[in-house]
């Protein structure tokens, strides 16, 4: 079984400060994929990145980066210096990669930046 | 880079109704579609498996006969909500996994928001 825990659900920070958004998970497969998708409020989901297990290297694209840890099974997602329009869902995903679409998603945390 | 549409993106229907909600891929041919379903400030759950030219597969606790799935061509997936009622109003997502079988890179599509009134 597959699980994906994002336990901060709400997270209000001001615009400019760095905020992280923790994921943790928990997978039997040996190979597999973590995603982090946005939802702004108007519902589309929106990809950012796609991370295969092999490969923990850290990926910073702009102001947004992530840090996968494979020994303590997180992909956490850092934003640095956010603004307004960072404001929405942030949904963290596993999937096997030999059943790609079996994929499981955390329960999202709703990030608000205020100005 | 790959590309999966959906559409409509909003629907609004009336109880009793039936609603079609298409998936398509691109620029690429997809043997294998999913949907999804999100409700209100909640995960995205797996509802079923589209399977080209075969029966979907469900996840336990979906009714197939409530929500039919269609995979006619190896790039649309259609998902039909027949009778629907406003515990069917939610946001459907499908995705589809680019480079064939079960194990490629997966896209997801916009979302379709259906609310029946």
């Known amino acids: 079984a597959q699980k994906v825990t994002q336990a901060q659900t709400e997270i209000s920070v001001v615009e400019k400060e760095d905020v992280t958004l923790d994921c943790v998970y928990e997978?039997?497969?040996?190979?597999?994929?973590l995603f982090w998708y946005k939802q702004p409020p108007s519902g589309e989901l929106v990809f950012l990145i796609r991370r295969n297990s092999f490969d923990e290297q850290n990926e910073i694209s702009g102001r947004y980066s992530w840090n996968f840890q494979k020994s303590t099974s997180s992909f956490n997602f850092t934003i640095t210096a956010s603004q307004v329009v960072d404001s929405a869902v942030y949904f963290c995903a596993l999937s096997p990669r030999l059943r790609a679409g079996k994929s499981t998603f955390g329960d999202g945390t709703t990030l608000t930046v205020k100005p | 880079g790959a590309v999966v549409s959906q559409h409509p993106s909003r629907v609004i229907c009336k109880s009793g109704t039936s609603v079609k909600i298409e998936c398509r891929s691109l620029?690429?041919?997809?043997?294998?579609m999913f949907w999804y379903r999100q409700f209100p400030k909640k995960s995205l759950m797996l509802m079923a498996t589209?399977?080209?030219?075969?029966?979907?597969?469900?996840e336990q606790g979906v009714e197939k006969d409530k929500f039919l799935i269609n995979h006619a061509s190896l790039t649309l997936s259609t998902l039909t909500v027949t009778s629907a009622h406003p515990e069917d109003s939610s946001f459907y997502i499908c995705?589809?996994?680019?480079?064939?079988?079960?194990?490629?890179?997966?896209?997801f599509g916009e979302g379709s928001r259906l609310t029946v009134l």
């Open positions: 620029d690429f041919q997809a043997t294998t």
């Open positions: 995705s589809a996994i680019a480079g064939g079988g079960t194990a490629g890179e997966l896209f």
């Open positions: 589209s399977n080209e030219g075969s029966k979907a597969t469900y």
């Open positions: 997978t039997r497969d040996t190979t597999y994929y």
